[in-house]
């Protein structure tokens, strides 16, 4: 029995009886190969994996130049209404890099929340929350309306209406000489609280702030 036990410990194959085992041999070439095709196959899945993986992940940790565009004399923009004008989204790619922009003065009576107390100019995007369509600001019914599906939001880019799932975002603004700047892209909730930009479709009130990651990279 002791003969048996110490055959079923050795750690040689021939000792084991496994069939067509070798002197000095302690893996059969049937696992050699099995496990060598196993290593392999993860080998050549992990090339394909972690760049793919890599590429989507990567714009989350990635910081995104903080840059600031002129757009207009301070004197340009009342506080009742918005101006569109035009900004570089992306640059190097000319007209298709461009965006409209919609600017107005802060008004305290309209603009109370406490995100952008801050702030002497409010700068709204044209890009629908729902599907990126763009929005166009209607001055005779004080409202941005998405042409696509029917998205409408109020004078503060609060959705009224239609399918959006979050306000219109904003962008940063300054004044250096006398001249109003647009600066990077963020996103807000239903409250009128800053967050780092989402794309369209993403809620980011309750758990929706949790389920979208923040991309950085994304802010213009």
Request: overall charge positive; hydrophobic content about 35%; some cysteine.
């Amino acid at each position: 029995m002791s003969d048996k036990h110490s055959q079923h410990k050795s750690r040689y194959t021939i000792d084991r009886q496994i069939p067509g085992a070798f002197e000095g041999e302690t893996v059969t070439r049937r696992r050699f190969m099995t496990v060598g095709s196993q290593a392999a196959g993860g080998i050549a899945a992990a090339s394909f994996l972690l760049p793919a993986l890599g590429f989507a992940i990567g714009p989350i940790f990635k910081e995104a130049p903080h840059t600031w565009e002129s757009v207009g004399p301070v004197d340009m923009f009342p506080d009742n209404n918005y101006v569109p004008t035009v900004v570089t989204l992306t640059p190097g790619i000319g007209e298709a890099g461009k965006a409209t922009v919609y600017v107005r003065k802060r008004n305290p009576l309209l603009d109370t929340d406490k995100a952008d107390r801050d702030t002497q100019f409010i700068a709204i995007t044209s890009r629908c929350a729902h599907l990126g369509c763009p929005v166009r600001w209607v001055d005779a019914a004080e409202r941005f309306i998405c042409p696509c599906h029917g998205g409408v939001y109020n004078l503060l880019g609060v959705p009224v209406g239609g399918p959006p799932v979050r306000p219109l975002d904003r962008f940063y603004t300054r004044v250096v000489r006398g001249v109003v700047q647009i600066g990077s892209r963020y996103s807000v909730n239903s409250e009128l609280e800053r967050f780092s930009p989402r794309d369209p479709g993403e809620p980011i009130d309750g758990i929706g702030q949790y389920m979208y990651p923040s991309r950085p990279s994304e802010r213009r």
